[in-house]
Each structure stands twice: as C-alpha cells, then as structure tokens.
C-alpha cells in the first residue's frame, strides 16, 4: 500500500479528484465506485467543477453506490442516492443505465444483493474503487469481522446510523443495517483510493499501515491489494512511521 500526506482537506481532495481525471482520460469508459459522507463531499464538489469546465467526460463512465442504508428511502436526504444523486450524478452527463446503485426499499435484500454483483460481473469488474475508512477500520459497511470473500451483502452497523451527525430513519424506526460491496469486490478492483482526514481517524490509519495484518479489521484486506493508495491530510497521518 502506499500512501501521500497532504497538508489539508482542500488539497487532499484535489489529489483524489486529478487521480479519477487523469484515470477517465487514460479509459473513457471507467467502471467507478462512489461512497457517499463528509470525507467525499469535497472530492464530488471539485468533479462537478471539472466537467463544467470540460476537464473530464463521464458520460461513458459506468458508475455503482459502494453501500446503501436498508429501509431508506431513496428519494430523502440521509440515502446514498440521494446524497450521490445530488452532489454528483445530476449535476453531470451519466446516461442512467450506467449507474446502478442498491435500493435501500427493496423488496427483497437477496435479490437486491444478486443484482448488484450481477451488474459489476456484466461489467467486468469495478476499476477504481473510492473509499473511507471509519475508525473501526470498516471500509464500506464491512464492519469487523467481515468475511473477506463475501461479495453485496447487509451489514448490521450495530448502531443507528447517522449522516452528517443526523440519525437517519425510516418508518418506523431508525436504520441500522446497510447493504454493501463486499471486500471481495473491493479487493478485485484495478484500484483502490483511500481518502482520510482528521485527528479522529490517525490511530486506525497506523493500525492499517504500520502495524502488522489483523483479519478482523476490514481496511487490513488492503494490504492484500496490489495498488491502493491512501490520501491522508497532516492529522489523519499524523501517528505514522516515517521510513
């Protein structure tokens, strides 16, 4: 794994959004993983920006929602298409059978799993994965203990969940489990990106990188991958090893 230490938020999201520009040029057509939360809200911001000024065509890209609360309902704030939908897809050119993302009102969660590895397998596989990592080390909704094999699933988050520092609910209750990629599709992209910020995540950013491999925590799987790459800004990297 490799890492980069960026002085702040601004500029590490800036890092992030010239690797996915520079990736889209190179293949036009990019099968993307997009996660939603603060950590990414700055990245989506600065895309939209570049396509406005013709930096960079999506509109052969091919785009999946890394997770999706279970029971939210697609169209109000606090879902994962609502936030991609409206810091990102709406505000580009992405025809929408290129973009597929789980429905958190899905009948059933089985088939709603199958669909999305079905749609990834159509595609070939994912080649740019973009993450987070929280500070339990899950990646996605694959909280600790996760199967490294398993492909979509739904994860007990084992709280309620929350967005922005809002609990997001549902009728009847508030949201505590989540459909996923699972790591196995995470580990079989063509690469991985990693964005971290804030003192809050530095000791599970030197778990991951410095410490030795722990099958327990999920962002170990990483190591396992042959290019992921972590954006770090000072407080995020700032209990790392200098080598």
């Known amino acids: ?3 980069a230490i960026f002085q702040n938020y601004e ?3 800036y890092s992030a959004a010239e690797i996915i520009v520079q990736e889209i040029h190179e293949k036009p057509d990019l099968f993307i993983c997009l996660p939603m939360g603060h950590t990414h809200r700055r990245l989506l911001e600065i895309l939209v920006d ?7 065509d999506f509109s052969r890209c091919r785009f999946v929602g890394l997770f999706e609360w ?7 704030y606090g879902s994962s298409r ?6 990102f897809f709406s505000k580009v050119h992405v025809p929408k ?3 597929y993302l789980f429905d958190g009102k899905a009948a059933n969660s089985y088939d709603e799993c199958m669909k999305m590895d079905q749609f990834i397998f159509k595609e ?5 994965v973009v993450l987070g990592i929280g500070t339990n080390g899950h990646i996605g909704f694959n909280e600790p203990g996760s199967s490294f094999a398993a492909y979509s699933h739904i994860s007990h988050i084992g709280q309620n969940a929350k967005l922005f520092g809002q609990t997001v609910v549902r009728e009847g209750g508030s949201l505590t489990k989540a459909y996923t990629l699972g790591i196995k599709h995470i580990l079989g992209a063509g690469e991985i990106i990693v964005l971290a910020n804030g003192f809050d995540k530095a000791k599970i950013i030197r778990r991951t990188l410095n410490e030795k491999f722990d099958p327990n925590t999920p962002s170990n799987a990483l190591k396992l991958h042959r290019n992921t790459t972590f954006l770090l800004d000072r407080e995020a990297g700032s209990l790392l090893r200098i080598f």
């Open 1 to 3: 794994m490799n890492y």
């Open 11 to 13: 500029e590490l999201s």
């Open 50 to 56: 570049y396509y406005r000024e013709g930096k960079v």
């Open 70 to 76: 279970v029971g939210a309902s697609p169209y109000k």
């Open 82 to 87: 609502h936030f991609l939908y409206n810091s």
């Open 97 to 99: 059978n290129q973009v």
């Open 124 to 128: 070939g596989g994912i080649d740019l």
